[in-house]
């Protein structure tokens, strides 16, 4: 198996501008560039949308200087793309590489359609591709570049590093002795932004991998693209995998348009992990060490409180500085336990109601106020607050089990849903890594079967990935003897039942704007920083700007 990884730097953004492109896509814009010599109105528009599929599907702050999403080169882009033609369908016909069209990938030879920003993205890859093809060896290069892989090679993208990373590489050694004619390639790229940069852009090109990993917290603005291919039930009936034997909450967020568009390998939920020592000494365990149920914000205060009494520090932590992904999602379990909604209408209408959301952030921001949890903590700390010792529960994701096993707490603590806090039931935020099929006209029946029976192998030994704290969403495994064993991971299941996902929009999901506006808004919060009312209006102000664009795909 020839096994790749691809990472990139925090810091990898281009050079200062306005429109300058960050470095997954800088080969195509310069390549265009070079193309459109001469021609510095239409190579500005061209190349503002190219940047725009980029990286403002999924732009991350933290990595990526932000790009105006101004509408004028959208609106110039008919007039742009009628001087254009001529000249890249003439040097896409030199070199022989496909021109895009909305749907399919397409010959010279076949009439063209009206241009569309998918069809934009498309001709920038060919001519990137034209200048690149005589060096493209590499998994990456070959799907960004448009080679095709041999007919016996599987090509296969994602994004796992650390724990993940070794248990995914397991479950792929398990596919490769089982079906020894097929050379698996996988590649890991690096998470976030440069892995849906690259995938969104070698799926336009033409040339993707055969199959990929996609956050179903992203999977709607892949579909509204136009980048994936749906599962239709009877296929997946007929591979034995049908839609029934997935977590239902998992198959609903999978499923765009009435058709299921990924299948999901995990539910990774936010969840509160307990010292069992120290919830023990303050009375908040029963005779089997589980945590007595907790219903409100008065009976986890009061927790919180008995905790901090035997800790001598603190009766909780979770991370408040610099992590915006963990402010958003314990916000989110308990603002969506309250009932509260963020956006609709894909994005562009607004829907946070100010006083649910308050209600939320006055409550936590009283147990950071009050010294039950730390007010300005980042992630390291948190890992020694809790690994030592000195605070009773953590909120967290299942993801860091692996981290704490590692810690002198091995086996001194446990790990269940977060408590039902606001609202008539429990809600858990949560996110679930799926698999997907890049759209591929030159993908035949054989190849999507060799695809489909990967896809299976890997969710027939999920056991290996929910080692990383993962609940399998393929529910043989899930309900099989062998998880129900698997301790603390088969005590948070329910939280895979009611889980809730980011909501839809190109803005939105791991790693994105969405993600960034909100977790900043309740740091200020829970820091002290800013009133509960004026990290809402920090809400609706950073989040505006967006639900008023257009999206730069679909």
């Not at 500085?321 to 603002?335: E, K």
């Not at 106020?369 to 994701?397: E, H, Q, R, W, Y």
């Not at 707490?409 to 997907?436: M, Q």
């Amino acid at each position: 198996m020839l096994r790749e990884t691809w990472y990139q730097q925090a810091n990898d953004a281009g050079p200062a501008g306005p429109q300058s492109p960050s470095d997954p896509i800088r080969p195509i814009t310069e390549s265009v560039d070079r193309a459109l010599n001469g021609r510095p109105s239409v190579r500005r528009h061209l190349r503002k949308v190219v940047d725009n599929v980029g990286n403002g599907a999924h732009r991350d702050p933290r990595m990526h200087r932000n790009i105006p999403q101004s509408d004028c080169h959208r609106r110039k882009l008919p007039e742009s793309l009628a001087s254009l033609h001529a000249t890249m369908q003439g040097f896409i016909s030199h070199k022989e590489v496909p021109a895009m069209t909305d749907n399919s990938v397409q010959r010279r030879t076949q009439p063209h359609p009206s241009p569309t920003r998918r069809t934009i993205v498309g001709a920038g890859l060919g001519a990137a591709a034209a200048e690149l093809l005589s060096g493209c060896g590499s998994p990456v290069a070959t799907g960004l570049f448009g080679l095709a892989p041999p007919s016996d090679k599987l090509t296969y993208w994602n994004l796992f590093s650390g724990g993940d990373g070794a248990n995914m590489a397991k479950m792929e050694k398990v596919y490769e002795r089982s079906h020894p004619s097929i050379d698996l390639s996988a590649t890991t790229l690096s998470w976030g932004t440069p892995y849906y940069t690259k995938l969104a852009l070698a799926t336009a090109g033409g040339a993707p991998p055969d199959v990929g990993i996609v956050h179903l917290s992203r999977l709607d603005t892949f579909v509204e693209a136009g980048l994936l291919t749906p599962f239709p039930a009877d296929e997946l009936t007929a591979f034995g995998m049908p839609a029934t034997n997935f977590t239902p909450r998992a198959a609903q967020k999978a499923t765009v348009d009435g058709q299921l568009h990924a299948i999901p390998l995990d539910t990774h939920p936010f969840v509160m992990y307990y010292n069992i020592p120290v919830c023990r000494k303050a009375g908040l365990l029963d005779a089997d060490d589980n945590l007595k149920p907790i219903h409100g914000p008065a009976e986890l205060t009061a927790a919180l409180l008995a905790a901090k009494k035997v800790t001598g520090h603190y009766g909780g932590v979770v991370a408040v500085i610099g992590d915006p992904a963990t402010n958003l999602r314990y916000f989110s379990t308990l603002y969506y336990q309250a009932g509260g909604t963020y956006i609709a209408d894909a994005g562009q209408k607004i829907t946070i109601d100010n006083d649910k959301a308050a209600q939320v952030l006055t409550f936590m921001r009283n147990l950071t106020k009050s010294g039950l949890m730390p007010a300005t903590i980042n992630d390291a700390g948190v890992l020694s607050l809790f690994s030592t010792g000195k605070a009773g529960f953590l909120f967290d994701g299942e993801w860091d089990i692996p981290t704490y096993r590692a810690t002198p707490l091995n086996g001194k603590f446990n790990v269940v849903p977060i408590p039902h806090i606001f609202g008539p039931k429990p809600v858990a935020y949560a996110d679930s890594h799926s698999f997907v099929i890049p759209r591929n006209s030159a993908m035949d029946k054989n190849r999507r079967a060799m695809v489909l029976t990967f896809i299976k192998t890997m969710l027939e030994n999920s056991l290996i990935w929910a080692g990383g704290g993962h609940v399998p969403a393929w529910t043989p495994v899930r309900d099989s003897a062998a998880f129900k064993a698997l301790k603390p991971q088969a005590n948070y299941v329910a939280a895979a039942e009611t889980a809730m996902y980011d909501p839809p929009a190109w803005y939105s999901g791991a790693g994105s704007d969405f993600e960034n506006i909100i977790g900043a808004a309740v740091a200020n919060s829970q820091s002290g920083v800013s009133s509960a009312s004026s990290a809402v209006g920090q809400m609706w102000s950073g989040l505006r700007p967006y639900a008023d664009a257009k999206a730069p795909v679909g």
